[in-house]
């Protein structure tokens, strides 16, 4: 099983990233998908989630209106779109797969996201 993060970097503030997230080696599709953010010196935060059933999606408070989360389940994606970046989006971002039963939890390695001018 493998969770691979390839996006991340350094943007400016009020710029965009995209971060994609691929899986393999388990049926992605069966899958909630949730992007966590963990800054240092914080606990992790989960950022966005969306269903493997419907594709219902849920939010951080803090990223509503800025952050987008999708999935392409024939491409084994997920995708986290940011936007208007503040320099408090700064943290380590980790993809997450999910699943209650049978149960399923899987990370990726993170990938660092610097907002910063």
């Known amino acids: 099983v493998k969770l691979v993060e390839p996006g991340g970097g350094l943007v400016q503030p009020g710029g965009s990233l995209r971060l994609p997230c691929v899986g393999s080696g388990f049926t992605f599709s069966d899958f909630n998908m949730r992007w966590y953010r963990q800054a240092p010196g914080k606990v992790p935060d989960m950022v966005a989630h969306i269903s493997s059933a419907d594709y219902t999606t849920r939010y951080l408070d803090f990223v509503k209106g800025r952050f987008t989360i999708s999935r392409d389940n024939a491409k084994n994606t997920v995708y986290l779109q940011m936007n208007s970046l503040i320099p408090d989006d700064t943290a380590v971002y980790y993809c997450?797969?999910?699943?209650?039963?049978?149960?399923?939890?899987?990370w990726g390695q993170g990938t660092q996201v610097t907002v910063s001018s």
């Open positions: 997450n797969a999910w699943r209650a039963w049978p149960n399923g939890d899987y």
